[in-house]
Each structure stands twice: as structure tokens, then as C-alpha cells.
């Protein structure tokens, strides 16, 4: 998420470009994308119709992931709307971690051409992408992300990550060239996301009880990033993640998946990985690792992880919303009483985000780092 430059030199081995492999169609798959067998998607979870499915409001299924109607938050529609809304809000927050938002109010136009122009990037020629080459150690530029080591498995998967705010984070030789008017179409979709976020963790506040600039007031100057991943199709998805199961240090992710592309997004619900439908033009929003903190676990991060499909190359656009660098977060007084003892340490953003982008994705495990370790008495 973070831009953090690299510690110290890291040998990362031979990766190959997924794009590049895919267009093979190898049969068999080369061993660096090999999962062990307890890391494999199971055929249920690559399959949706024999899967638990996440697909529109008139599904009762038991696992329905709820659905935002931002409008009727930011128009204030009617007041009983409103707190309607509120209330959808603060139960997604809480039970889910994960929600769809429509009425969103990012312009569709602006949404389809950041699309195009992504998709339009990845088809590039390789020497193209690679002049934008992301280093071991960090999370800016095209390539693979998390990786550490020369035997770590990899993601069938490659990325563009840029940071978007504040400027003097970004590294503008990554930013690419190709095609024209990539740049400025994402400044402005970024400009748009900002807004959205913004607005949503003012009416997260509010469903808490807190004032609704509580979490602003606390982030300073909101660190904003993106990574645009493309997941080429793979002739054996069952032996290979997508991207590694994970919690996302933030304290908002916005995504965006691209129009016709298959259903990658999977949630561990109740022990269970569940496939993400998502509805046309809608926005999939989830708490980020921040939130879980600040709330002291009343609302919680959720791991999810993306897999590979055999027919379809998928894209999808990720925009991550953070306090700044500079803050100390912990939990809030509010969140905190003889029920509900303090579960994490006060500590300084930006040495979460170094340790986040420094460890590879693995689980929840990077919220360790703030975790208050209660030793066994006995």
C-alpha cells in the first residue's frame, strides 16, 4: 500500500511475467506459481454456481454481502432514509467488513475509461510495462508485489501500484507514458475516489456514535494509493493463487472490477470463502486493517484473497485510503471499557505501512504487529 523505498537488497529469483506466460497456454505450470496443496483453491470456491453466491438484493441466501445506496447517505433523501442507511451501514461495517456501494457518485464515463486505458496499459509489450519496473522491497511501478525471496510461490498475477497522495510520494518516472492520457484520467478517477472515501468514513463515524469527522480529524493528510491488477486466464487455476489471502492495512479499500470480467474477489466468511458478484457499476468497499484498530475490533478487517480463471483474463482497480504517515493510531476511548479491554498498542502509521509492504501477504498476519500480546498466566 505504502510507498516505503527498499531497506536492503533483496534476491527475489526469476519471476516471469504472467502476461507473457499466459499467452502460452502452458499445460503445466511453472513451480514458482505452484501452490502447496493446504493453500489451493478448492474447485467449489473456483466454480460460483456450486459455490455460495453472492449476486443481487433478491437473493436470500445466507450469505448475501450487503448493499450500500450511497444517495440515499449523501442527499439525505428523507431523514428516515438516511438513518435507514446509516444503520445498513454500520451492520455491513460490523457483520461483514465488506459492502457494495451504488449511487456512489463516481462519474460511470470516467470509470469505463480508466478501465479501458488499464486494460489498454497491461496488452503493452513487455519492454513498454518494464520501463516502469517495481523493485524488491517496494510496492510502486509494474510486477509482483510481497515477494521477499528467491523459493517464495508467486500470484498469477500482475500490477501497476502508484501512490496518489500525498505528491511528494510519488515516484513520477512509474507513472506511465502509455497510453495517452492515462496520467491525467487517473488523477481524475483518483480525485473522485478520495471523495467517496471521505464521505464514507464520516458516515462510518457517525453509525459509531462518534462526531462525523472523528476519523479525519485523526488521519491528517490521507495517504491514497492504487494498484491495478490483471489476472491473465491459467490453464490450471486450481494450482495457483490469484493474489494471497490477505487483510488490507488501510482503513478503506475501494474496488472496482472491470466490466465482463469473471468473478475473482473471494471473502472468508464464517470459515468459508465466498465468491463477490458484483453489481453493475457498483463499487465494492471493505475495512481495512486501521478501522479494526481504531474501533478495538468492533469492526474488524476481513481476509480475502483473488484466484485465477481458466477462460478469462480479469482486471480489477484497487484504491487504498490510509491516515497519514505521520499519525499515531490506537483504539479510541470510546471503544474501550472493563468489557472490551484495549486489544492493541498505540503506534506510529507509517511503521505499520513499512512493516505491512515489508512481510509478504499472509493473512491477517501483519495486524500482529499492533496486537497487545497477553501472555498465560498459568
Request: some cysteine.
Amino acid at each position: 500500500m505504502a510507498p516505503i523505498p527498499i531497506i536492503s537488497p533483496i534476491n527475489v529469483g526469476h519471476i516471469d511475467d504472467v502476461i507473457e506466460l499466459s499467452k502460452t497456454k502452458p499445460d503445466t505450470i511453472p513451480q514458482r506459481f505452484v501452490r502447496d496443496i493446504t493453500e489451493r483453491p478448492t474447485i467449489a470456491t473456483l466454480t460460483p454456481n456450486k459455490a455460495h453466491i453472492i449476486t443481487t438484493p433478491a437473493n436470500n441466501h445466507h450469505h448475501h454481502m450487503p448493499i450500500i445506496d450511497f444517495s440515499n447517505l449523501s442527499k439525505h433523501n428523507t431523514h428516515e432514509l438516511f438513518l435507514h442507511e446509516l444503520l445498513n451501514l454500520a451492520t455491513a461495517c460490523k457483520n461483514w467488513g465488506f459492502f457494495q456501494v451504488v449511487n456512489h457518485g463516481v462519474d460511470l464515463n470516467l470509470m469505463e475509461s480508466i478501465e479501458k486505458m488499464s486494460n489498454e496499459f497491461f496488452m503493452l509489450p513487455l519492454e513498454e510495462k518494464q520501463k516502469y519496473p517495481m523493485l524488491p522491497g517496494t510496492i510502486q511501478g509494474y510486477g509482483q508485489a510481497f515477494v521477499f525471496s528467491e523459493d517464495q510461490k508467486l500470484d498469477w498475477c500482475n500490477m501497476l501500484a502508484l501512490a496518489i497522495e500525498p505528491q511528494h510520494a510519488r515516484n513520477p518516472n512509474l507513472w506511465p507514458k502509455k497510453p495517452e492520457k492515462f496520467s491525467e484520467t487517473l488523477e481524475e478517477y483518483s480525485r473522485e475516489v478520495r471523495k467517496l472515501c471521505e464521505n464514507l468514513v464520516k458516515y462510518i463515524a457517525i453509525g459509531l456514535g462518534l462526531k462525523e469527522e472523528a476519523f479525519d480529524s485523526m488521519f491528517g493528510e490521507a495517504v491514497q494509493a492504487i494498484r491495478i491488477n490483471y489476472y491473465p486466464a491459467c490453464s490450471r487455476p486450481e494450482l495457483v493463487m490469484g493474489l494471497s489471502p490477505h487483510s488490507d492495512g488501510s482503513a478503506l479499500t475501494v474496488l472496482q472490477q472491470a466490466k465482463g470480467s469473471p468473478v475473482g474477489l473471494q471473502i472468508l466468511k464464517d470459515g468459508i470463502w465466498i465468491p463477490v458478484h458484483t453489481l453493475p457499476n457498483a463499487l465494492v468497499i471493505n475495512i481495512g486493517d486501521t478501522i479494526e484498530v481504531l474501533t478495538n475490533g468492533k469492526y474488524k478487517s476481513v481476509e480475502h484473497r483473488a484466484v485465477a480463471n481458466e477462460n478469462k483474463d480479469r482486471l480489477s482497480l484497487v484504491t487504498f485510503y490510509a491516515p497519514s504517515y505521520e499519525v499515531e493510531l490506537g483504539p479510541m476511548p470510546e471503544f474501550v471499557d472493563a468489557n472490551h479491554p484495549c486489544k492493541f498498542r498505540r503506534y506510529n502509521h507509517g511503521e505499520y505501512s513499512k512493516h505491512y509492504i515489508t512481510h509478504r501477504l499472509q493473512g491477517k498476519k501483519a495486524l500482529d504487529f499492533a496486537k497487545i500480546q497477553t501472555r498465560n498466566a498459568f
